[in-house]
């Protein structure tokens, strides 16, 4: 920043009189150049964002909207200053409820932390060791964590049928995603097009709690192209069906037009699920 203290004096002070405010709000969040070419309010409202002095309270669309952190904390929780090793135990258990079973590795990628953190950390952190069949080397049994409360009932699930982003939490983690689900999933929008196998931007296909299948969508007007889909059996078919629909309402499309299909032979039956959908 040009005048670092001037510039978060203005936006305290703007917060502070207005309220809860975006970065257009503020003065603007970028200069005019590229995409990362911020204004100094915007570099100065981020740097209060890192250092604890405003929070984002909420999102409109992408944007964040920025509120101080005295207001919209409560005092009890902005007041208190838990020593380092309460913050690791805590962290810790967030990820092993999010995660219901989890490898160390799993554990220290959820929020960031270092190996030697979680390994510190676990003993106090609440949760439990378990052995994961298939989860070590060659397929044996492998150490790992889990949430007590994951372990107090039989699995259940809601078992939702959808298209998942490249970048879903659920997925995000392309090892513990083949590890849980045996699926090799990667982003091949980087890849060279001949040398793509499941398509630009494939989204897996969620249904029963598994991960069945990819679709590489695509939009022309009001049609969802599926450039490519691939499906790991024909008894997923009503659930592609479904995905696909539900997909194109997400983009305002009103018809789906499959261009490849791993095996031909099922086309006409999913053309005509896609006509009841």
């Known amino acids: 920043m040009e005048d670092a203290e001037r510039s978060c004096a203005e936006v305290l002070a703007r917060l ?14 970028k200069r005019g150049g590229e995409w990362w070419d911020w204004s100094e309010t915007k570099i100065a409202v981020e740097w209060l964002l890192d250092t604890g002095q405003v929070v984002c ?48 590795k799993d554990l220290a990628d959820y929020h960031r932390l270092k190996s030697q953190q979680v ?15 298939g989860w070590g080397r060659d397929g044996s049994v492998g150490a790992a964590w889990a949430d007590p409360a994951a372990l107090a009932g039989e699995p259940r699930g809601r078992h939702r049928t959808t298209l998942l982003s490249p970048f ?4 995000w983690d392309r090892a513990r995603t083949e590890r849980i689900f045996g699926l090799s999933h990667r982003l091949e929008a980087y890849t060279p097009k001949e040398k793509r196998l499941h398509g630009y931007f ?13 679709v590489d969508p695509a939009r022309e007007g009001r049609t969802l ?30 018809s789906v037009r499959v261009e490849r299909l791993h095996d031909e032979s099922l086309r006409p039956a999913l053309e005509q699920l896609l006509a009841q959908h």
């Open 225 to 254: 192209v599926a450039r490519q889909v691939s499906l790991d059996s024909a008894r997923h078919l009503d659930a592609l069906a479904g995905a696909l629909t539900e997909a194109a309402a997400w983009v305002g499309c009103d």
């Open 57 to 104: 309270s909420e999102r409109r669309s992408w944007k964040r909207v920025y509120d101080l952190a005295e207001r919209a904390v409560p005092s009890a929780l902005l007041d208190s200053e838990p020593e380092d090793a309460a913050c690791l135990r805590r962290l810790l258990g967030q990820a092993g409820a999010a995660l219901g079973v989890a490898t160390a």
């Open 119 to 133: 390994t510190a950390a676990l003993p106090d952190s609440g949760l439990v060791p378990v052995q994961v069949h």
């Open 168 to 171: 879903d939490s659920l997925i």
């Open 16 to 29: 502070r009189a207005d309220g809860p405010l975006t970065a257009t709000e503020l003065g603007g969040a």
């Open 202 to 214: 494939a989204m897996p296909l969620l249904t029963g709690g598994r991960l069945v299948g990819r």
